[in-house]
């Protein structure tokens, strides 16, 4: 039994790990997309940077776009047709025609915007009523609340292509790291480790690898003073044991690469304020979230190679 439970969650990390190309569309594509939602934007009433963030976070849950269409967006069927029985968040259809072909097409970029649009404005235009009509859609907390972070960090940035980053302690400090994704942990019973360790002295400034909302700022028992960052690919990067925090920084802000988040240390493995158990470096984790599931992923390739990109600037 314990060895078919760890085949299949081997296997499962091998077939989910994201690829290093997997996160970046082509300039073309993202301002073809990005005409598309302000277009929708303007008949709707509703801004474009929830139209990008939905469709942001569709192209994490499938694996590819499909044939033809530059958005990732594929409506639940019964969204799209309507179902009549009780009860019923979709008592009629929202498919709908939107590039005025006087064909309702389901597999159609404009046609999807638009009914997307449609729907989302039945319930009112406000944050809160977008946040509603999410949650009627996707009937997840998670998933709602990294839709309006990435719409955030749009509408901050008035952009959807975001490719910097950074590496997470200056590349002109001291520090070293290994590929230690995986070893046994011994404290807190068997777990693995999940992150890369990066060896640094006390109180090196820890950046922000990536543009993202922060997720999750506080104490935990393994992680000490820890900071938790969700990018607009739906990954959520762990920086863990700091020695403390950039105060202003707090729940809910817009951060982007090199926004220093904290400083490296030693904290964790014990009750609130725990520290020196181990020499100071920064836990470094990286998780995929898939709309149903999060797991772990091995950071060390991201690593090396946005280390490689902020030597080469
Ligand atoms: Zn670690």
């Known amino acids: 039994m314990k060895t078919a439970l760890r085949i299949t ?13 997997a996160f970046a569309a082509t300039e073309e594509e993202d301002i073809e997309r990005m005409s598309l939602y302000k277009k929708t934007a303007t008949v709707s009433g509703i801004p474009w940077t ?4 939905i469709d942001q ?12 269409r530059v958005t990732a967006f594929r409506p639940d069927p019964l969204f799209w047709n309507g179902i009549d029985t009780e009860p019923s968040f979709f008592p009629k259809g929202w498919g709908d025609n939107g590039d005025g072909n006087n064909k309702v097409d389901m597999t159609n970029d404009e046609d999807i915007l638009w009914s997307l649009g449609k729907y989302l404005q039945s319930y009112g235009t406000t944050e ?3 946040r509603i009509a999410l949650w009627n859609y996707y009937k997840r907390d998670l998933t709602v609340q990294t839709i309006m972070n990435t719409a955030k960090v749009f ?3 008035q952009t959807v292509s975001l490719t910097d980053r950074d590496f997470p302690v200056p590349i002109t400090s001291n520090y070293t790291y290994h590929n230690t994704w995986g070893d046994a942990r011994g404290f807190g019973g068997r777990r693995i480790h999940e992150g890369t360790d990066i060896f640094a002295d006390y109180g090196v400034p820890v950046h922000s690898t990536t543009y993202g909302v922060i997720e999750m700022k506080g104490w935990n028992e393994f992680g000490g003073w820890r900071v938790g960052i969700r990018d607009i690919y739906n990954i959520y990067h762990y920086y863990a044991h700091l020695s403390g925090f950039e105060e202003s920084k707090k ?12 400083s490296v240390g030693s904290t964790g493995y014990g ?22 599931n999060e797991w772990s992923f091995d950071p060390y390739p991201y690593l090396k190679r946005w280390e490689r990109m902020v030597r080469n600037k």
């Open 57 to 68: 976070y569709e192209r994490q849950i499938h694996d590819e776009i499909p044939e033809g």
């Open 251 to 262: 729940v809910g802000d817009v951060v982007q690469p090199g926004d220093v988040i904290g």
């Open 128 to 130: 809160q009523d977008i």
């Open 50 to 53: 929830y139209y990008a963030a």
């Open 9 to 21: 969650f081997s296997l499962l990390l091998i077939c989910s790990i994201p690829s290093l190309t």
């Open 155 to 157: 509408e901050k940035f």
């Open 271 to 292: 009750p609130p304020g725990t520290s020196g158990k181990f020499p100071p470096h920064l836990h470094y984790g990286m998780y995929q979230d898939n709309g149903k």
